[in-house]
């Protein structure tokens, strides 16, 4: 006997029927899914024998409290009827604490028998972390309670006893019976957050199940009616210069995997030619950071962006800027230590396993901040930023995620990358450093000098930083600040150009005359620097709004007495305020030729004891918290021409006051 073959029906055979067979069980799947949601939220019914016991310990407590008073504003003029009102009261407040020690017994125990619920099982409970606390607290009330009210009570029937109690129980009672409120209110909580989050549960179940639904359907027109048409034409497009022009994919054949890759090529094309457009419109380093940022997230799987600057002292980097970093606990202004992290231009480093590279990298401090924030994968690009090497890193919350075209497509761009981030820092470099020169040269007329720029800029970035650590100004100091102060406070005293070599240079004390003089050197600066900034401005740029502030305000007197504005307290510029103590603690120790050089112990006497009058008490208070740092800063160039802090004491040749309000320190 032949057997026939089945053969199934056109229709079936169709990719239409075949996807939305496909699609009626992904959507029964997900209905199936939803429809437990909705049977364990049935489940969760013996929640309310929870919430109906903690009422009882509310209502017990309440009730013992009501009957303690009732019982001592009413009582009976006989012996027998108080004897028997005591006996009553005492039997009811007895039922009322073996109630209340049952439910709080159970409740700790997390186990309710049938004989307290009525229901034929027992139940078992799990309480959150809120209603644990509070449960926690209610039974240590109950049971200080408890052993209070039963040492009053004494004998079962004595009548001074059972008063006693109740007036214990009036007196106290309302603390047990807040504390019984508070605990049905956390139980009521976790039930209503229990039931949320089934029902949201459910929704976003039938949420997602209409969303793929309708994509599916979606796809599969595009896939049907307009395949070969739209892949012909996109080829036209692509071949015409369109380069952001994207060929759908048609499938996982041969002409689908054609199709993505040529879609692969033409997407890092077009995002090379578009880096390089938005490049030159950047204008500020923040804008090409983010430009780039918004480019390579076309073909390059990334969570997070982050730009990390070596500090001054060159020991530390810095996050800069980061982009993405809403979700981490990265914050711009972290840093780590230097060592262990390569940093040679253009050297890229991937580390697809954070985890794994870090245990056998261990000195490395980089890895290491990367995985605390919760990324599994990073490619470490080295390139030139505003003070030098920089480091860019590419972040991913997915293992193993960056391929060998990933790497390959960095590589391509690494000389893109460096271009676009050393545009606009090059261009704030060359204007900031001839401005700095002209600052250099200001303090090149005065030979006594020395290293006073390069020690004072540290010492105000120290300052900076100490001062974004505590205090008022505590989180509030970013590292673009401090990498601001630490560039711009060399430029200080740039007005001293305007001055002659006779004052600048004159040994002895200065005439009336000349004190004005060179007291007009703040004004002389802040009008050079803002002619400056009004030329950048021109282009677009804004670079030395700080500068102008630290030249004009660097010898304003918290007080409120000093020039050439007479500006007082938080008036005066946050980077003036710092400045100024960077720089008359430098001054003060310098040799010059007014003067000698202070101990460091006496300038620092001298500095706190302006702290409130000169200079801003919590700037003056950073100061001596950072004061390890600054001295390793002040060993570290020698500073009077000896190793050892403790500098001798010749004594000052002109008093300090003096020198600071004529505007030579």
């Keep these: 006997m032949t057997r026939r073959r089945v053969i199934a029906p056109p229709w079936a055979r169709t990719i239409r029927f075949q996807v939305t067979l496909s699609l009626g069980v992904l959507f029964m799947t997900l209905a199936g899914s939803a429809g437990y949601g909705f049977y364990a939220l049935n489940l969760r019914r013996h929640d309310y024998e929870i919430l109906n016991l ?47 020690d049952k439910i709080i017994t ?64 009036a007196q106290f009672g309302d603390e047990l019976s807040t504390s019984s409120a508070l605990l049905a209110r956390a139980f009521q909580d976790m039930m209503e957050q229990k039931l949320a989050t089934i029902r949201l549960f459910n929704q976003l179940v039938m949420a997602v199940a209409a969303v793929i639904m309708v994509a599916l359907i979606v796809l599969l027109y595009r896939r049907l009616v307009r395949p070969l048409r739209q892949t012909m034409d996109g080829f036209s497009r692509v071949a015409r210069g369109d380069l952001g022009h994207q060929v759908p994919v048609q499938g996982g054949s041969e002409i689908g995997q054609m199709t993505t890759a040529f879609n692969q090529l033409s997407v890092r094309l077009n995002a090379l030619f578009r880096l390089t457009d938005r490049i030159a419109q950047g204008n500020t380093l923040d804008e090409t950071l983010r430009f780039v940022t918004e480019e390579f997230r076309c073909f390059l799987p990334l969570d997070w ?8 002292d060159g020991e530390r980097l810095v996050l800069e800027r980061q982009y993405g970093g809403d979700a981490t606990p990265l914050r711009e202004g972290m840093s780590f230590p230097h060592f262990g992290v390569p940093l040679q231009a253009g050297a890229l480093r991937t580390v697809n396993d954070l985890g794994a590279d870090h245990r056998d990298n261990p000195s490395d401090a980089c890895l290491g901040m990367l995985r605390r924030a919760g990324f599994e994968s990073a490619m470490l690009l080295p390139t030139k930023g505003s003070g030098g090497v920089a480091l860019l890193v590419f972040a991913s919350r997915v293992r193993g995620v960056y391929a060998s075209e990933h790497i390959d ?40 000098t020395g290293d006073h720029l390069a020690r004072m800029a540290l010492y105000a970035a120290l300052i900076a930083e100490e001062l974004g650590r505590a205090g008022p100004y505590q989180g509030r100091i970013s590292a673009a600040f401090i990498r601001s102060i630490h560039q711009f406070a060399p430029m200080h005293d740039i007005g001293k150009v305007g001055l002659g070599d006779a004052i600048l240079r004159k ?23 803002r002619l400056c900034e009004a030329q950048v401005n021109g282009l677009g740029y804004s670079i030395f709004r700080m500068a102008i502030e630290i030249a004009e305000g660097h010898h304003e007197r918290f007080d409120g007495t000093g020039y050439p504005l007479g500006l007082a307290g938080n008036a005066i510029p946050l980077a003036a305020r710092i400045v100024s103590v960077a720089d008359v603690f430098d001054a003060l ?29 919590h700037v003056v208070a950073a100061f001596r918290r950072a004061l390890p740092r600054v001295l390793e800063v002040y060993q570290r160039f020698e500073h009077g021409g000896s190793d050892d802090v403790e500098v001798r004491d010749t004594g000052p040749t002109q008093d300090a006051h003096e020198l600071i309000s004529a505007g030579r320190v």
């Design 305 to 312: 962006v982050g730009l990390f600057f070596v500090t001054p």
């Design 54 to 100: 903690s009422g009882q310990l509310r209502v017990t407590s309440a009730a013992m409290v009501n009957d303690a008073r009732t019982f001592l504003q009413v009582s009976s003029d006989s012996t027998a009827d108080r004897g028997a009102e005591h006996q009553v009261y005492y039997d009811g407040l007895r039922r009322h604490m073996a109630l209340y």
């Design 409 to 448: 497509l960095v590589r391509n761009v690494a000389g893109q990358l460096n271009h676009a981030l050393g545009k606009t820092a090059l261009m704030e470099g060359l204007v900031v450093s001839a401005v700095q020169g002209l600052a250099k040269l200001a303090e090149s007329r005065d030979p006594d």
């Design 589 to 617: 120790t310098s040799k010059r030729a007014y003067k000698e050089a202070w101990p460091v112990e006496q300038a620092l006497a001298k500095v706190e004891a302006e702290a409130g009058a000169q200079f801003d008490p």
């Design 106 to 169: 159970a409740f700790v125990a997390r186990r309710f028998e049938p004989e307290l619920t009525g229901r034929y099982d027992a139940i078992v409970c799990v309480w959150d972390a809120r209603s644990r606390s509070q449960l926690q607290r209610t039974a240590e009330n109950w049971q200080a309670f408890r052993h209070a009210l039963n040492r009053r009570l004494g004998a079962a029937n004595g009548a001074r006893d059972v008063t006693h109690g109740a007036e214990y129980v």
């Design 507 to 529: 040994a002895g004390r200065l005439s009336v005359a000349e004190r004005l003089e060179m007291q007009r050197h703040p004004s002389i600066g802040a009008e050079v620097l």
